[in-house]
């Protein structure tokens, strides 16, 4: 189902592992730039995103419940945490993300609302 794969991407990320994390992804990734409501297309994309992101605010993400979808994506429950850089919180809770993963890769990642 893939969880290794998003375990290391989620612990990556929450190191601010850039490299590492998108070491885990398609070049041609698509993702989702939350931000802006935009998509970052490709791996120098996700790097401008989340370069900017982490000059902005702290995000911790921790998976929770990993779901295998009927069309095979995998779907990821997890508890969101969000700090300015003082470290005051500006949003706690839970959503889902959704992954398509290609050749062993993240190919493309979705947010939604939590179930």
Known sequence: MHESLLRRAYAAFNERDVDRALALMQPDVDWP???????ALGQHGV???????FQDIDPHVE?????????????????QLVRDLEGAVLSDGRVRHVYTIREGLIARMDVEDAP
């Open 47 to 53: 790097r401008q995103y989340w370069t900017r992101q």
């Open 63 to 79: 998976p929770e419940v990993f779901t295998k979808l009927p069309d095979g994506r995998v779907a990821v429950d997890v508890h």
């Open 33 to 39: 730039n939350v931000l802006e409501g935009t998509r």
